[in-house]
């Protein structure tokens, strides 16, 4: 079909793009019913959901550049293109009817960027097919509009919640490095603390020791001192005591000496 239509060079890679990401879609869902875990299917839906957002986009520039073209098109070239316009958002629907099944069985409330209310069921987003199905081309582009624009609304307040969480990040972060350096800080006082303990400790049994010694020395001096004046007072009072050795320097004590003198009158013969 795509051969068919005459298309301008930019249409034409558009509307090739538009076709290698429907293809990429088919070939998604088909893999996601061979996906058992949970987790897996959620990231998978976030990639269709992705590549659908990305369809819509280029739809959108796909229609602005046949507009922009279509003075200059004969009226069964702009009708092939329109009917191939509407031919693609019929088909993004039916996408993202079937993205709502997915969500519906895996129970995934963090990919609702697509629905249009909560707790939809599965046989409801089968008779969204069915409806698609039956609607005209006019609704089924404004039915797509909507859908579209409901799904920027919800990007854009995942981007808000996004933000807010990284502020919030930001700012807890910031909170944890100030408690850790002043944890550092402490630690680096404690560590000074505990290092003047242990010289003031130190230097405490530095003194008691040089005071021990001070005072053994001060008693053997007083020993000393002692023994002398114990020994000169012995000496005095008993200076013939021979036990008793003599001081050096020290000098005997003067023996008693008897006085010789002559009587007046007295003569020697």
């Not at 922009?68 to 629907?93: A, C, F, H, W, Y």
């Amino acid at each position: 079909m795509a051969a068919k239509l005459q298309m301008t060079p930019q249409v034409e890679q558009i509307h090739g793009e538009i076709r290698d990401n429907f293809r990429a879609l088919a070939n998604g869902f088909q893999k996601l019913d061979k996906i058992k875990d949970a987790n897996r299917q959620s990231n998978q839906l976030e990639e269709l959901t992705e590549k659908m957002r990305e369809c819509k986009r280029l739809i959108k520039e796909f229609d602005r550049e046949i507009k922009d073209e279509e003075g200059r098109n004969p009226p069964e070239v702009n009708k092939q293109l329109n009917d191939e316009k509407q031919s693609m958002i019929k088909e993004l629907n039916s996408y993202v009817a079937l993205r709502k099944t997915y969500m519906n069985t895996i129970g995934n409330k963090k990919l609702e960027l697509f629905d249009t209310g909560a707790g939809a069921s599965e046989p409801i987003a089968e008779g969204n097919v069915r409806l698609a199905s039956e609607m005209s081309n006019q609704e089924l582009v404004n039915a797509g509009m909507k859908t579209m624009d409901e799904t920027d609304q919800a990007i854009e307040r995942s981007k808000q919640v996004v933000h807010q969480t990284v502020e919030i990040g930001t700012q807890t972060a910031a909170t944890l490095k100030g408690q850790t350096e002043q944890m550092g800080r402490i630690v680096n006082e404690l560590d000074s603390i505990q290092f003047s303990i242990k010289k003031a400790s130190q230097l405490v049994k530095e003194i008691g020791r040089q005071v021990a010694t001070d005072k053994c020395i001060m008693f053997f001096l007083l020993l000393i001192v002692c023994g002398v004046i114990a020994i000169i007072v012995v000496k005095i009072v008993n200076p013939h005591n021979k036990d008793i050795r003599d001081i050096p320097g020290l000098a005997p004590p003067v023996p008693t000496r008897r006085l010789l003198y002559v009587r007046t009158g007295d003569h020697f013969d």
